[in-house]
Structures are given as C-alpha cells and as structure tokens.
C-alpha cells in the first residue's frame, strides 16, 4: 500500500497527465464498481426499480 | 488518523467518510454533485483548501457514476436529452468564464459574482417554496404528487422551431435550439460563478424545459457524471486532488448516493422540491457569511498579497493567491507580525467561513438523515405490499 502511494506522489510531481488519467480511471471505476455491488445488495433486499410515490 | 501524501498532512477518516455520505445522499436524491456544500465543510474539518475543489471534483466524479446508473435503472435518465445539453453547456461555460476573465482585469469581479450567486440561491429557494405553498394551499396531505410543467416551460415547448426533438423519457416535443439556449443559459452561469452547475440545471430542466422532476434529478447527474470526471482530470493536472481523500469520500459517497436515489423511488416529485428549495436558501445564507468573511479578509488581504510578491518573487494575482493557499505556516507567521486590527480581521475571516462550513454540515447531516429515513420507511412498505401480495396470491 506504501509502495502504491509513493508510487502515486511521484506520478503527481512528475506526470500530470497520467496522474489526471490515473484519477479518472480510479474514480469512475470504483464508483462503477460500488454501484454493481450496490445492484445485487437492494436486488437481495427484494427493492424493485419501479415507483412507489407515498412519502409526503 | 489518515495522513494524505500529496498534501502532506493529516485528516481524520471519519470525517472524510461522513461528508462523502451526506453529500452522496444529497446528490442522489437532487441530481447535484454537492461542491457547494462539500467545500466549505471540508475547511471546517481542516483539509487543505488548495485541494478541496479538485478533490471535491474527483469523488463527484466516482459518487455521480453511482447515482446515474441507480437512476438509469429507475428510468430517470433522459440520456438524449443530457447529451445535448452537455454539449450546449460547454459553450455557455466559455462565455461564462470569458466574462469573468474581462470582470478580473477591470477589478470588478469579486462583489458581481457573489451577488449573482446570492441572488440565485435566494431567489430560487424562495420561488420553490412559494410553488410549493401555493400548490399544497388547501389541499389534503399528499394530494398533490408534483408540479406540472410551468407556463414558461410550456411556452418553450410550443416554439416551433426545427429540428424538433421527441424527448422519450421526458415525455417532451420541443426544438433543439430551445434545449440548446438553456443549456446555454446554465452553462454560462456556472461559468460565471465557478460552480459545477447542477443546482442550477435541476431547476432549469424543471422549470424552462418542463421535465417531470425524477427526470431532473436523473438527466442531471448524468450530466454531473461528464462534467465531474473532465474537472476531476482537469484539476489533477494542475496537481490540485488528494487522490486517497477522493478515494475515502467516494466509499461513503458511493453508499449514499445510493440511498439518495432509491429515496426517489418513494418520495413525491412535489417534496423533493420542496427539500430542495430549504437547500439553496440554507446555501444563499453560507454565502452571506462568505461574504462577510471576505469583508473581513479586505482589510489585511493587500498587504498580505504585497508580502507574498515580495517573498516568492511571483508577479500574477492567481499565482500569489496560490502560493499563500500552499505556505500556510509562513502566511500564519506573517498575520503574528501584523497590528492587532490585521490580526482580528485575519481571525473573524477565519471564523465566519467556519461558520458558513458548520452550516452547510450541519444542513448536509439533517437533510441526509430526513431522506434516509423516507428511504427506509419507503422500502418498509414496498416489502409489506409483496408480503401483502404472496399471501393474496397463495
């Protein structure tokens, strides 16, 4: 884990580029991957995708 | 304790945790990325300032991917319609920010903006709570689910301008040029005010385009998504996000951003206004308080930015105002040497933009806790009804 954020600080200092890349990738994937998991968590809880307006 | 490596000091996790939550909840149950709330409370939690819009940026980023393929699922996304906008949108941004450059070189900007952006917050908040009042006045709880489209959207709608557009999930036929103008429109507003723009979007999709609210909330986050992940890259290019904050941020985020989606699931169009309009009234008061730290800030902000030309040896504002957002403890040791009158402002500046942080925390926490709550009554009753429905058909 240490390795990996020495790795990071030097990627910022040295190569922006790859460092905006490497956010975005980081990002976009663990949000794409929370949002499967977040999928088959409400799909076991029986929480179906179709509206139920009665909160008021 | 969590020590973040780029800019080198330390934060506590929770606390990083706990915002992304709220700020998740917020912005799954809006279709905003939450910036204006999550900036002045991570200044609140100490983080360093010349990270917070570019970190704040990189978790929306990852949170808004989240949320808008939830509200995908739910049918809340008018993916046509997002990416129309987004297009017009980067044009009105550059008009924005055009404005803006011409603004700083006569001097003017600083007061122009933040009125602007009091007089959005206030005036919108007040307009939907007025729409709400005026709606729900002699009416049994609940009567209403949501607001129609106003007569000005549904004047946009009656122009007859080709091309024509069939808006499927929104349920709308209107020229592209219309859809276009206001993308236009918001864009060049958020580019004037240095704000991501989607509480800004929300209402116009309500309120000049005429969506169903849940679209709204979906057709914006997808928009939040594009833009979110450009700001992300565009500030970690100039070295400006704390990559393992965003990380920490998104894992609350994420799970609150799911919880603010499903609440849609369960909520009256009519109400997540309504939440919404006390959000921007609450946002307009933070920054009545920013504006009087920066009264305060006035008065030892020339001398300070003098100092700091003479010190490192820059002559560009934006650059000077970098070098003293990045040398804390020598600014904090240049204020110690100051009269009493620049110390006290230095103090009551500090003080007020807390003050504006702890308001939009303590917002962000009660709001997301009001929404989980619809959330978890709402789900309560979705399993009794399938209960209800086995039985009747064993």
């Known amino acids: 884990m240490e390795g990996i954020m020495t790795w990071v600080v030097e990627l910022n200092k040295t190569n922006h580029v790859g460092f905006g890349i490497l956010t975005v990738v980081t990002m976009a994937g663990l949000g794409g991957l929370i949002a499967g998991m977040a999928e088959l968590f409400f799909k076991a809880l029986g929480i179906k995708n179709d509206k139920i307006e009665i909160q008021h | ?394």
């Open chain 2, 1 to 394: 304790m969590l020590t973040l490596p780029i800019a080198g000091v330390e934060i506590m996790a929770w606390q990083l945790v706990l915002l992304g939550l709220t700020v998740g909840v917020i912005g799954g149950f809006f279709g905003v990325g939450g910036a204006f709330m999550v900036t002045p409370a991570l200044n609140v939690f100490g983080f360093p300032m010349a990270y917070a819009i570019g970190t704040d940026m990189a978790h929306i980023a990852g949170k808004s991917i989240v949320a808008t393929a939830k509200h995908r699922k739910l049918g809340n996304v008018d993916m046509r319609l997002g990416l129309i906008m987004i297009a017009f949108t980067a044009v009105g941004i550059e008009l924005g920010a055009t404005l803006i450059m011409h603004l700083e070189k006569i001097g003017r900007v600083g007061p122009i903006v933040r009125i602007t952006y009091m007089a959005l917050l206030f005036g919108l908040g007040t307009f939907m709570l007025y729409e709400y009042f005026k709606l729900t006045r002699g009416k049994a709880a609940g009567e209403v689910k949501d607001a129609g489209a106003s007569k000005f959207a549904l004047k946009m709608q009656s122009l007859n301008i080709p091309p024509m557009i069939n808006l499927k999930a929104s349920g709308i036929r209107i020229s592209l040029w219309v859809v276009g103008g206001v993308a236009i429109f918001t864009g060049f507003l958020a580019g004037f005010l240095g704000v991501g723009g989607g509480f800004i979007r929300m209402p116009a999709l309500l309120y000049m385009i005429g969506c169903p609210t849940t679209i709204a909330v979906g057709t914006d986050l997808f928009e939040v998504m594009i833009s979110g992940a450009y700001g992300a890259f565009s500030y970690a290019m100039k070295a400006r996000v704390e990559l393992l904050a965003a990380v920490v941020m998104l894992l609350g985020a994420a799970v609150g951003a799911q919880f603010g989606t499903v609440a849609t699931k369960y909520v009256k169009g009519l109400i997540i206004r309504l939440y919404f309009a006390v959000t921007m009234l609450l946002a307009g008061v933070s920054v009545v308080f920013k504006q009087i730290a920066s009264n305060y800030k006035a008065v030892y902000e020339p001398s300070m930015k003098s100092w700091a030309k003479a010190t490192s040896g820059l002559t560009n504002n934006a650059s000077i105002s970098e070098w003293i957002m990045m040398n804390k403890p020598a600014v904090k040791a240049w204020i110690a040497q100051q009269s009493d009158v620049m110390q006290s402002a230095y103090t009551m500046d500090k003080a007020w933009n807390n003050y504006s942080g702890y308001l939009m925390l303590g917002a962000a926490c009660a709001l997301s806790a009001l929404i989980i709550v619809k959330m978890l009554k709402g789900m309560a009753y979705e399993r009794k009804l399938a209960a209800q429905s086995v039985r009747a058909i064993a």
